[in-house]
């Protein structure tokens, strides 16, 4: 399992990133996803040793990682910062679907020699994605909103630290908020039977409901 990260990202906000397209990634991250791709498929040897590679989205669910929660916090409190208008195209991977696309290379005699994107269906916006969110928190919407300029200049400052060997996630973050990710796992469905069954509010609900069952919300 790697990254979409080693695809790059959509051209526009109705583009539909499929595995056929050329890897174009633009991090020093997604190269080295990329070349762990081509070195895993050069190992690959029919029914002697096969590989599969999955390139998830951001996945989310519980168990629940700090950072998510940080971001639910912020949402809950109405500190979250929205950069342009939120309408970036944005496809994310719930855990549960994560672990059936898993399950499905593992056993399934097509995915030998393969790359699948493993998405939850439909693509959402930013936008979208923090109202849902909000919803589950049993918060009003609220948002820091920030100009659009702020994600170039961040991935700029960001590739620069990054030449020098320094990563800062915050500032990665804000690089990439301004990219459309949205991506077509057409493929995982056609050849594996993927079948994403849960649905943005409802995974994001169950995230909520684990953080509040754990005492971090």
């Given amino acids: 399992m790697l990254s979409y990260a080693a695809g790059g990202r959509a051209s526009d906000p109705h583009h539909r990133m499929t595995e056929a397209e050329e890897p174009r990634p633009l991090s020093h991250y997604g190269r080295s996803k990329h070349l762990a791709e081509k070195g895993l498929l050069s190992l690959h040897r029919p029914g002697q040793f096969d590989v599969a590679i999955l390139r998830p989205s951001m996945f989310y669910g519980p168990p629940v990682p700090d950072r998510h929660i940080d971001v639910y916090r912020r949402v809950q409190t109405g500190r979250m910062p929205l950069i342009g208008c939120g309408d970036y195209a944005r496809s994310i991977t719930y855990i549960d679907n994560l672990v059936q696309a898993t ?24 936008r979208q994605i923090v109202e ?30 990054a030449a020098l060997g320094i990563y800062w996630q915050t500032l990665h973050l804000v690089g990439e908020s301004t990219w459309d990710v949205g991506i077509d796992c057409g493929k995982a469905r ?6 994403p069954v849960m649905e ?6 169950h995230a909520v409901e684990w953080c509040r069952s754990q005492g971090k919300l």
Wanted: hydrophobic share 50%.
């Fill in 132 to 161: 849902a969110m909000a919803h589950a928190l049993g918060v009003a919407p609220q948002f820091q909103r920030l100009p659009s300029l702020i994600g170039p200049l961040a991935h700029t400052a960001d590739s620069m630290l």
């Fill in 200 to 205: 943005l509010h409802a995974g994001i609900q």
């Fill in 190 to 195: 056609r050849l594996l039977g993927y079948h």
């Fill in 103 to 126: 399950r499905l290379a593992l056993t399934h005699h097509a995915a030998a020699g393969e790359i699948f994107y493993v998405v939850d269906e439909p693509v959402y916006t930013t």
